[in-house]
């Protein structure tokens, strides 16, 4: 994927301003300890924190998210059908472990949306419910990164052809490009980046008309993970400026352009204000309208965090359920107690947790 020769002279000043923002450095098991007390540096992220505690509350069920914890689509596909064919799912909310049963009736659910980093198995899923009249998108998160970042996912091209599959069968609307978290390392550095996700782009045009970056944020459950994936992969991490980020996402905002591809951002709202790019919606109101029909007009915006724009939804996922292994995940505390805990789950498990 060579990288465009224009893009040359910027690149060269882009190294500059990363260099000049601090060294790179490695996170130690000690580091990672230390950076409990960081100001946004938190156990869990907040996605879902204001769902609703249990089954008893009033509270509107709009749109299914599947799942922002863990990948089903990916691993938990026979899971997923079983639950369609039940036409409900039990679900535990992960900070007060209360328990609630979800509609998955077709009368109750106005849309899924979905999030993978492989779709391969889940396509003849996805048929299924489309037939049954459910309506859905689906988040593809496709990197490519070296292989001790991102040890679990299909390689890019074989995700993009994937990904094409998807655009053809159902539109490509149903179709949101993720190239995000956007990991800066001393072996993908600015223009490791650039390349890759210039590269991808090529590829991927036609099949989606969106694609989601946002900058890679430390979890304290992931900074042991991360650390460990450094070592082996002779990598330090980087530490870019904000001017440097922003330089960054406007080379890549050209390269999306290039390829009839609007990039927005994900919680990333000061790198939105400097380059004018827009804002995402991940449970997207209007998406959802365009491809199931109507949602109600008084659908609320549930702010989970800040710069999230997200609508109300309830996820059906479980954390620590996902073994693919990505070093900078915040949804597992490693992928041998999630292997551990994906091997007790059966297709007729009331919900992942169990």
């Known amino acids: 994927m060579a990288r465009p020769q224009r893009y040359g002279p910027v690149l060269a000043r882009l190294s500059t301003l990363f260099r000049r923002s601090g060294a790179a450095t490695a996170i130690t098991p000690q580091n990672s300890e230390q950076s409990d007390s960081k100001p946004g540096l938190s156990l869990w992220p907040s996605h879902f924190a204001n769902e609703p505690p249990g089954p008893t509350d009033s509270w509107l069920l709009v749109i299914i998210s599947a799942s922002r914890r863990t990948d089903i689509p990916a691993l938990h596909s026979e899971w997923f059908a079983d639950k369609i064919r039940r036409g409900e799912v039990t679900v535990r909310n992960p900070y007060n472990r209360r328990e609630r049963i979800v509609s998955l009736k077709r009368k109750d659910v106005d849309g899924f949306v979905f999030w993978s980093r492989n779709y391969e198995p889940f396509i003849e899923c996805l048929k299924s419910i489309h037939a049954k009249g459910y309506r859905f998108y689906c988040h593809f998160t496709i990197i490519g990164y070296p292989r001790f970042i991102d040890r679990g996912s299909p390689a890019a091209r074989k995700a993009v052809d994937t990904a094409k599959k998807l655009g053809d069968l159902f539109g490509p609307e149903t179709v949101i490009w993720r190239y995000d978290p956007i990991l800066l390392t001393s072996r993908t550095d600015p223009a490791w980046t650039l390349d890759n996700f210039g590269g991808i782009a090529r590829l991927i045009r036609g099949a989606t008309d969106t694609c989601v970056i946002s900058f890679v944020d430390r979890y304290r459950k992931s900074e042991r993970n991360l650390s460990i994936a450094l070592a082996k992969g002779d990598a330090l991490l980087s530490h870019p400026s904000e001017e440097g980020i922003v330089s960054l996402a406007s080379l890549m905002d050209d390269e999306a352009r290039n390829n009839d591809i609007v990039m927005k951002t994900c919680c990333e709202s000061d790198v939105a204000l400097k380059t004018s790019l827009p804002e995402v ?35 059906i996922g479980a954390y620590d359920t996902c073994v693919l292994g990505c070093a900078y995940c915040y949804a597992n505390n490693s992928v041998a107690s999630s292997a551990k805990r994906v091997k007790s789950i059966r297709p007729a498990s009331e919900g992942l947790w169990l």
């Open 281 to 315: 919606s991940c449970i997207d109101k209007e998406r959802m309208e365009r491809v199931s029909g109507t949602l109600p007009d008084d659908l609320e915006r549930n702010r989970t965090r800040a710069g999230c724009n997200c609508y109300k939804s309830v996820d």
